[in-house]
């Protein structure tokens, strides 16, 4: 085999401040045909590497220090702008985390496809459309025709990353950089990109530099493993190397903090019922004047009970229903039938008026941390917003915060800073005080942890169980991640389409599920023929196929 990349002591320094290199005498190679997967949490320095890779490092703030980058045979430190761009896409290319902000939301799909072969030479409209069509069914995207005609906006998460790899892919580069591009999927997506990859890596013979902070994703992919830690790379080995025998303590600790699809035992006494919800129905409807009307049961009569002390993860993919049945209990938005019974008071046709003394009962920790915390406000005012609306003092309040960031493992010196001087899981756990801060019978943590790093994950899941045992409160956890909810969860409901299709002890859910989409969320969860906790592989029943379906 051929190496198609080697990276030899590259530094990074940061232009015009005195700070330690965010990347730092890191060494690897990749070579045709093989995926390497750089894996360490956010700040680890895994995807300046790969902008540098590609040249797309800012140069007004970084700066190459020393070391030396070498992409089939050419120098890319020493290339001029005109070399790197036409490596790019034809070299070498890169797909990015976040499909929506790679892609121009004004332009169809089919022309800025096009646009990577009109810009590396190919003038021929025909040719290009020809080719487009090509890649489209290539990476599995049904009705090519409408696909090529559509907006970003009208596709899916999944389908907008597979326009991307197309986009990456479509000049059959050597080498390919994909910078997180299943963080935010569903488990079933995220399984379909992951083998897209695979397979694409197989027919074209590509180098594939993966970057992920999950070693779930991992176990599935990778042929080699490189683990950085603050700019540094700690460790590198083979997959199943550095997966069962781990040299250092920092690859435990990433190891030993991805979930299994082991559902944990609960041991928890559960107190009264502090939540019942009966045929609780959801529609939305569109259209009018000149338009045809349409309506969509987003939730259909779903039936639950909520006790206090015990925690009720809600499972499903995007389009489940799973959030509007969350915002519909948290009455952030009106049902359309049935009954939400909180605390002896049923609230689902309640006024804003009549509703507002029973909206301290119940809280909400959203996904990102950041858009649900004002940029404007400091800490100690965000967390007493809701006292203080309920007519505690701000002298109170301002000690209730104190208390509430000590509870959230957080030191009560930070709450005079802004949302911006925190790190994700530092703002999610924010977040978790702010909810607390009103004492409600009921939390609802609505994927408050899918775009954390593992290791952080895990700590707020550890927070979210702590607090349940210290408070005695409810929890309704929403996520799409059956690993996750395994971990933490005393039952699990599955959603789709709108309906309850499975629901049960966590044992039971995952242990025996019954029904086939349930089956199949488990079969796509990364990283389910792995058993990390003990650092080995499950046994794999006879005749079962662990390999990674290429034809979803």
Request: proline letters at 4%; one cysteine or more; charged letters at 25%.
């Amino acid at each position: 085999m051929s190496i198609v990349l080697e990276v030899k002591n590259l530094t990074i320094g940061v232009r015009g401040a005195a700070l330690p290199p965010p990347v730092n005498d890191v060494s690897f190679s990749i070579e045709a045909g093989e995926t390497l997967c750089i894996v360490g949490e956010s700040g680890s320095g895994k995807s300046l590497s790969s902008l540098a890779i590609m040249g797309l490092l800012d140069r007004h703030a970084l700066r190459v220090d020393a070391g030396d980058i070498t992409v089939d045979g050419q120098n890319i430190l020493a290339a001029s702008s005109e070399k790197l761009r036409r490596m790019r896409a034809s070299t070498m290319s890169m797909v990015f985390q976040e499909p929506m902000t790679a892609l121009n939301p004004v332009e169809r799909v089919g022309s800025q496809i096009e646009e990577v072969l009109r810009v590396h030479g190919e003038r021929s409209s025909r040719r290009r459309r020809a080719r487009v069509m090509e890649m489209l069914d290539a990476v599995h995207l049904p009705e090519p025709e409408r696909i090529y005609r559509s907006y970003p906006h009208q596709l899916s998460g999944g389908q907008r990353q597979r326009i991307v790899i197309c986009m990456a892919l479509i000049l059959n580069p050597k080498m390919l950089i994909a910078d997180e591009p299943t963080t935010a999927l569903d488990v079933t997506t995220q399984k379909q990109i992951l083998a897209l990859i695979q397979e694409m890596k197989d027919r074209f013979n590509t180098a594939v530099l993966f970057i992920t902070h999950d070693f779930g994703v991992v176990s599935e992919i990778a042929d080699r493993i490189a683990v950085m830690n603050r700019g540094k790379l700690v460790e590198v080995g083979s997959r199943d190397d550095v997966l069962s025998y781990p040299k250092t303590d920092y690859t435990r600790m990433l190891v030993l903090s991805v979930p299994s699809l082991v559902p944990r035992e609960s041991t928890s006494e559960f107190g009264e019922v502090v939540l019942s919800v009966k045929g609780l129905t959801k529609t939305f409807s569109s259209g009018g004047f000149l338009q045809k009307s349409r309506s969509v049961d987003a939730v259909k009569a779903a039936d639950l009970e909520l006790r206090r002390n015990e925690i009720l993860g809600i499972v499903g993919e995007s389009g489940s229903g799973k959030t509007t049945l969350a915002r519909c209990l948290a009455r952030l938005i009106a049902p359309s039938k049935g009954v939400i019974n909180l605390k002896g008071v049923n609230i689902s046709d309640l006024r804003e008026r009549d509703l507002r003394p029973h909206r301290k009962n119940i809280q909400v920790v959203f996904q990102d941390p950041f858009r649900s915390l004002n940029a404007r406000m400091r800490i100690k005012n965000i967390i007493t917003e809701g006292l203080t609306n309920y007519g505690v003092s701000r002298r109170e309040g301002y000690k209730k915060a104190a208390e509430l960031m000590h509870l959230v493992g957080l030191d009560e010196a930070m709450l005079d800073r802004f949302p911006h001087q925190f790190s994700g899981g530092q703002r999610q756990r924010i977040c978790i005080a702010r909810a607390l801060a009103l004492e409600p019978d009921v939390l609802v943590a609505d994927e408050a942890v899918s775009a954390l790093d593992v290791s952080v994950q895990r700590q707020v899941l550890d927070l979210l169980d702590d607090i349940r045992a210290k408070r005695s409160i409810a929890v309704l956890f929403i996520t799409h991640d059956l690993r996750v909810a395994g971990r933490i969860c005393d039952r699990i409901m599955v959603m789709k389409d709108g309906d309850i299709v499975e629901a049960g002890t966590s044992s039971q859910v995952l242990g025996a599920p019954h029904h086939a989409y349930t089956r199949q969320l488990i079969a796509s969860a990364p990283g389910r023929h792995w058993d990390f906790e003990n650092f080995r592989p499950f046994p794999v029943a006879p005749g079962e196929d662990i390999s990674i379906d290429t034809q979803q």
